[in-house]
C-alpha cells in the first residue's frame, strides 16, 4: 500500500493488496479500494463521514477528489469504472463500467448508472439519473445522444489499460501476486 492513509474516528482506508495507490494520493477514513483498482497521483478520498467505496478493476486519475455528504450520502464508484483526471464525485453513485470524463463533477444524489457516460467538463447536478447507454454533456448536463457498441469497446480498452498501467508502478512481488 502506498499514499498517505489518514485514519479518521476510528476509521482506517482499507486497500486490496492487488490495487494500485499512487504514493502522493491521499486517502481518509471510511474508504475501501478493491481489487485490481488504480488511484493515480494527486487524488484524493476524503471518507470522513458516510465512506467512499471504489470497485475491482476501477480508475480514478490523476487529480480526482471524492467526498461524501455529512447527511448521510456515501460515494460509491462501482467495478470497472473510468474517472478521468480531476473530476469531482460528491456523495453520489457511479455504476459498474460507467465512463466519468476529465474535469467532470457529479454532485449529491446523483447516479450514473452502468454503462453511461458523463462527457468532460459536464456537471452533473443533484439527484439527476444518467441513464445506462446514455452519453450527458454540459454545464448542467443533459442528455446528448445513445452509446454505440464502439463506445462500450472504448469503455473496457480504458479499464484494462489502466489495470495495466497500474502493474508497472507496483513492486515486481505485488504485481505478479496481483495477476
Request: net charge neutral; aromatic share 6%; proline share 4%.
Amino acid at each position: 500500500m502506498s499514499g498517505l492513509i489518514v485514519p479518521h474516528r476510528g476509521f482506517i482506508p482499507k486497500v486490496a493488496r492487488s490495487a494500485f495507490v499512487a504514493p502522493n494520493a491521499t486517502l481518509i477514513g471510511d474508504v475501501e479500494i478493491a481489487d485490481n483498482a488504480s488511484i493515480w497521483f494527486g487524488v484524493i478520498l476524503r471518507g470522513d463521514g458516510p465512506g467512499i467505496r471504489i470497485g475491482e478493476n476501477s480508475n480514478l486519475q490523476d487529480g480526482t477528489v471524492v467526498h461524501i455528504a455529512q447527511r448521510g450520502l456515501m460515494t460509491i464508484v462501482g467495478k470497472s469504472v473510468t474517472v478521468g483526471h480531476m473530476a469531482l464525485l460528491h456523495a453520489c453513485e457511479v455504476q459498474d463500467g460507467a465512463f466519468i470524463g476529465m474535469r467532470s463533477t457529479v454532485l449529491d444524489g446523483a447516479v450514473v448508472e452502468s454503462e453511461a457516460m458523463v462527457a468532460a467538463g459536464a456537471v452533473v447536478t443533484p439527484g439527476k439519473i444518467v441513464r445506462r447507454g446514455e452519453l450527458w454533456a454540459g454545464s448542467p448536463a443533459r442528455k446528448m445522444r445513445d452509446l454505440t457498441e464502439k463506445d462500450f469497446a472504448d469503455f473496457r480498452r480504458v479499464v484494462a489499460q489502466y489495470v495495466a498501467l497500474s502493474r508497472t508502478y507496483m513492486p515486481d512481488e505485488t504485481a505478479k501476486a496481483a495477476d
